[in-house]
């Protein structure tokens, strides 16, 4: 049979040439591999940097004023993350007079990588009611839906009614879903600092930290404290208000490369950074001003029976104070915090200008630096995902920038392309890969459609195509030698057809003898 000729003992020749196509297949996947190759772990890659933020201006009367009143001294890079279709959308809190914009999106242009206000300028006015006024902490879900904390005050004052909220915007649409203006007794309008956020899109809950600065942080106290939102309930509640657990640690004075921050006196910030566990059982949280790291059940948060604007009772804080778990051995504070989809904590260290991947919390804690530059990281600060298995997040020397100690060069009085010349970057987003996504990948609403599947997603992990690739090379290499074995036994008596003896056959065949003589060989 031609089956016994290609791979019987006479034939070896064509089972090699399988076993070379098999190879050369083993080839081509690594090649593939190796042309489209991921970052090495702890590998840390600018993604954009600026001297000065620039935006898109929609005349040249707005951006020379933006130069001529030197507002540009007043921008400074603080959130970001990455919407599912791969867009960076960035923060510029509104803590110094002028900034144009405090929520925007990167853009590429010929004046090098500009800021273009989200979802409008209009939306981005000062004053305008339901407008943004300052943005610090925002996130994205899988939904590509955008959760937006506004912190309400402007430029130091005091913030106007209604102007502390929370706002989702579906991104596919650019259309605002919802706004929540959280009441006074939950977000103070002069004593408040909303922070940081994050989304439990399964149970309907958003988790809030609460930095309560002061508007006179010489006189005034400060008053950390988390919050949480009910989506289903359309209401909040504030616990922890002023606890060793959300405010700062008096008298600690934090420094960077031997740079104390602030040179008046130390920086007191209560609750900061805020992850949450990609089950959503467990948040985590720290001030800033503190070496501590904190966690807590969520289901304890969330097991509130007051009414909206009721008074959180005394056996309520007594029972979530009780269920925080103390992570001990922290030697460094923390800006921004993060947790992956497989559950590993990372938290940016600002006395070590570097990013740590928290390997234990308990009894005590354990880290790894997965980036790390004393230059050019100075204050990490927020921290995000770009769904390619890399860790993104910012840099911008914010001790400096609070005093107007940065340096700025090369702006010029008319639009124009990017300068060239030498000027150092004041503010950065940086990338390191570490192949993982954002706690909240594949987290989607009970009554949302299920997540697209991996071959159909734009940003697949280079991972997952090369597992691909190699589990089919081993699959034809498996065929290959089960047809090896096939083609042996097949071979055992086999003799060719040229030795085979001549056999007379007569001319009428009788079919039904030679079905009986096949029936009786095939029995040996």
């Keep these: 049979s031609t089956w016994g000729l290609l791979f019987g003992s006479q034939s070896m020749p064509g089972a090699l040439v399988l076993a070379t196509l ?23 890659q600018i993604v954009f940097e600026w001297n000065w933020l ?109 102007s502390i909220k929370l706002v989702a915007i579906d991104l596919n649409t650019t259309m605002v879903s919802f706004t929540y203006s959280f009441p006074e007794s939950v977000a103070s309008l002069n004593g408040s600092f909303l922070n940081d956020l994050v989304v439990d899109l399964s149970a309907g809950f958003v988790y809030i930290t609460d930095s309560g600065l002061p508007l006179n942080a010489s006189t005034g106290a400060v008053d950390g404290g988390l919050i949480v939102y009910s989506v289903a309930k359309k209401y909040a509640w504030r616990v922890l208000s002023s606890t060793t657990f959300t405010n700062d640690v008096e008298g600690l004075w934090i420094s960077i490369g031997g740079e104390l921050v602030l040179s008046s006196g130390p920086m007191r910030t209560g609750a900061d950074g805020i992850a949450l566990s990609p089950d959503m059982s467990t948040l985590v949280f720290c001030p800033l001003t503190s070496t ?19 008074p959180i009772d005394a056996a309520f804080e007594a029972a979530i104070e009780a269920a925080i778990q103390v992570t001990v051995g922290r030697t460094f504070s923390s800006d921004g915090l993060g947790m992956s989809n497989a559950s590993v904590l990372y938290a940016t260290s600002l006395q070590n200008s570097s990013v740590f991947q928290v390997t234990a919390l308990e009894p005590s804690f354990g880290g790894l630096a997965v980036a790390v530059n004393a230059s050019a990281m100075v204050w990490p600060d927020t921290i995000g995902w770009d769904h390619a298995g890399s860790l993104v997040f910012t840099t911008n020397q914010l001790l400096r920038f609070v005093q107007g100690e940065l340096v700025f060069a090369n702006v010029s009085a008319v639009p124009g392309p990017a300068s060239t010349g030498p000027a150092p970057a004041n503010f950065r987003i940086w990338s390191v890969y570490v192949g993982a996504d954002s706690y909240l990948a594949g987290v989607f609403p009970p009554a949302s459609p299920p997540p697209p599947s991996a071959s159909s997603h734009p940003n697949v992990s280079r991972l997952v195509r090369i597992y691909v690739l190699v589990g089919l090379v081993l699959v034809c290499i498996v065929a290959v030698l089960a047809t090896l074995a096939c083609g042996a036994i097949c071979n055992k008596n086999y003799t060719p057809i040229m030795d085979a003896p001549q056999i007379n056959m007569p001319e009428k065949i009788d079919k039904r003898r030679l079905w009986s003589a096949s029936s009786r060989s095939s029995a040996y």
């Design 54 to 162: 620039n935006f898109t201006f929609p005349s040249t009367k707005m951006y020379a004023a933006y130069i001529e009143g030197g507002y540009y001294m007043n921008c400074m890079l603080a959130g970001v993350k990455v919407s599912m279709t791969g867009q960076y959308f960035v923060s510029v809190p509104r803590w110094k007079p002028g900034v144009p914009a405090t929520l925007s999106r990167i853009v590429s242009s010929p004046f090098g990588n500009l800021l273009q206000p989200f979802p409008s300028w209009a939306m981005n006015s000062v004053g305008v009611d339901g407008a943004f006024q300052s943005v610090l902490g925002f996130e994205i879900d899988a939904t590509n839906t955008l959760w937006v904390l506004d912190q309400g005050k402007v430029a130091g004052a005091a913030a106007i009614p209604n």
């Design 292 to 310: 501590a790291l904190y966690s807590i059940p969520t289901a304890v948060l969330r097991n509130v029976t007051q009414f909206a604007g009721a």
């Design 22 to 44: 098999g190879f050369l297949a083993l080839v081509a996947a690594v090649g593939h591999a190796a042309s489209d190759p991921a970052p090495s772990l702890g590998s840390p």
